[in-house]
């Protein structure tokens, strides 16, 4: 499903106009990834966690040359399934 579906979607489930959830949904991943960028985390209950986590520097490898090169440490943003997000994609398996 891409952005575009996602907002059909949401908007027939609402009841709202689709212009109307396209705001909703821009305004809920810029605060979001303002959040993330303040090192804040954002958590909704039963779906899941946001957060923006450290990773160290570490050495790589360039894939053309095979040439070990050091990629810095920097933030990466992480999102934890809550329980009631892994229970509904598990399914009654």
């Known amino acids: 499903m891409n952005k575009t ?33 303040k090192g804040d985390t954002v ?10 986590k450290e990773r160290p520097a570490r050495e790589g490898r360039n894939p053309r040359t095979g040439e070990p090169i050091q990629i810095p440490a920097g933030k990466v943003p992480v999102f934890r399934p809550g329980k009631g997000l892994r229970d509904a994609v598990k399914g009654d398996s």
């Open 43 to 52: 958590a909704i209950l039963g779906f899941g966690t946001f957060l923006a």
């Open 5 to 37: 579906e996602l907002i059909g979607a949401v908007a027939q489930k609402s009841g709202l106009t689709k212009k109307d959830t396209e705001k909703v949904i821009n305004s809920f991943v810029d605060v979001v990834q303002e959040t993330l960028a």
